[in-house]
């Protein structure tokens, strides 16, 4: 993922904008991404700092300067490393010290300097004892270093599919400087709307979701909202941009804090669904994965015997006027068929816990259990008992056997089964 310094970018009356590849420019990365993939596949084996002085030797004019970085980012994330020693380097490193030092104290104060410690003596004893030749000793004395690191594979990616994904790297870094950012979204279907909503709860983003007459407004809180944790939020929000342009049309504008003084600008984007750049468009609930939190639990209650069986929630509960939840799971009993939907909030933000109350508060029917964690400081007791709707605060992991006895709960209060009126648009 490229850094801010990486991006091509300028300010101006208020705003930035990024300087994306057009005709001239894509045919110049083209010929600078031939020029470094090569390099790199072909120091598979070699050390980081080889890889990295052939890859200075790939020049580019002055205005190409960022881009050629870039490109090199990119290139360089795509690459595996690992240290080249079947021996510990720090035990290697304590038993040659060790051995020098006795070594030292042994040849007595009356031998001169230069003939007190035969270092080559006391590297070849060494050598001997490990079954290695001198040469190779002493790469492995400091093979834990990051300039000695052996380069040991290259993901596959062709120069054109590399240039086509720049752009999106780019916008990336923009959005990890985010403050906040606001999305409208359109597509086509709604299982491609359930997927982009089931992505962004998949990198934990605090969302709110707000119906719109032709899709969709997503207002996101970027990692420069927080207090903690802004370097891994940061993160999900970049990698959340293509599942974002994957739809069939988006418009999507970020507040951001630029430059080491933080200037506040804005940043703006909108295009239509990008399927040449590699990005599958959404479609199916399993198109992605649970979160580890949630696919954790389901593992352990499926081990339970119980009469709840549960699915990936199909449908996006809406309030008109209040807001929407996606939620992440749902429970149906296979005697009675009541259906409970379970949403795991994690742990970012308490001001999404009460946007769910208000939502329930408003008039959400259906029956959904809320699954937070205790660091979010939320009492159970702010929803009242006779809503179709609980709190379960968890510490650690979610007990499934606790989600059985919620469950039971809520079922018993709604009654007989409803149909879900929730359906996604």
């Known amino acids: 993922m490229l850094t801010a310094e990486l991006v091509r970018a300028r300010r101006k009356d208020g705003e930035l904008r990024v300087t994306l590849l057009d005709d001239k420019s894509s045919a110049r990365a083209l010929a600078l991404a031939e020029a470094l993939l090569p390099i790199a596949r072909d120091h598979v084996g070699r050390s980081r700092d080889e890889l990295e002085e052939a890859l200075d030797q790939v020049e580019s004019a002055a205005r190409d300067r960022v881009l050629l970085a870039g490109l090199r980012k990119l290139i360089e994330d795509r690459c595996e490393f690992d240290t080249p020693a079947d021996l510990s380097p720090d035990e290697l490193r304590r038993e ?54 052996l380069l040991t594979s290259v993901a596959a990616i062709s120069p054109r599919a590399l240039i086509d ?54 207002d996101i809180d970027g990692p420069f909202s927080l207090f903690e944790s802004v370097t891994k939020y940061g993160i999900q929000l970049a990698l959340a941009l293509p599942a974002i342009k994957a739809c069939d049309f988006h418009r999507l504008k970020a507040d951001v804090r630029w430059g080491k003084e933080r200037i506040p600008l804005v940043f703006r984007l909108e295009g239509e669904g990008a399927p040449d750049l590699g990005i599958p468009a959404p479609g199916s609930d399993s198109d992605t994965p649970l979160p580890d939190d949630v696919a954790a639990f389901v593992r352990g209650f499926r081990s339970l015997d119980t009469p709840w069986r549960l699915t990936v929630a199909p449908a996006i509960l809406h309030v008109p006027g209040a807001g929407v939840c996606v939620p992440d799971l749902l429970f149906q009993r296979a005697d009675t068929g ?66 059985v006895e919620r469950l039971d709960l809520l079922a018993s209060r709604a009654g007989a089964p409803k149909e879900v009126s929730g359906s996604p648009r």
């Not at 950012?181 to 597509?187: K, L, R, S």
């Not at 909030?345 to 959400?364: N, P, Y």
Request: charged share 25%; with cysteine; proline share 3%.
């Open 96 to 149: 040659v010290f060790t051995r020098a030092a006795a070594a030292w104290r042994a040849s007595g104060d009356g031998v001169s300097m230069e003939n007190r410690f035969d270092r080559q003596a006391v590297l070849s004893e060494i050598a001997q004892a490990r079954g290695v030749d001198i040469a190779q000793l002493e790469r492995y004395l400091y093979a834990d270093l990051r300039g000695a690191q």
């Open 165 to 218: 994904g720049y752009d999106t790297a780019q916008v990336q870094a923009v959005l990890l400087r985010a403050v906040r950012v606001t999305a409208e979204v359109h597509c086509a279907s709604a299982g491609a709307y359930r997927a982009l909503f089931h992505k962004l709860k998949f990198l934990r983003l605090l969302t709110v979701i707000t119906p719109q007459p032709d899709g969709y407004r997503l």
């Open 338 to 403: 009541q259906r409970v939907y379970l949403e795991v909030m994690g742990f970012w933000s308490r001001d999404a816990v009460f946007r769910r109350v208000e939502l329930v508060q408003r008039g959400l029917k259906e029956p959904i259990l809320f699954a937070l964690s205790a660091r979010l400081r939320v009492s159970e007791q702010v929803l009242p008992d006779d809503l179709p709707a609980a709190l379960y605060v968890y510490k650690g992991i979610i007990n499934p056997r606790v989600v």
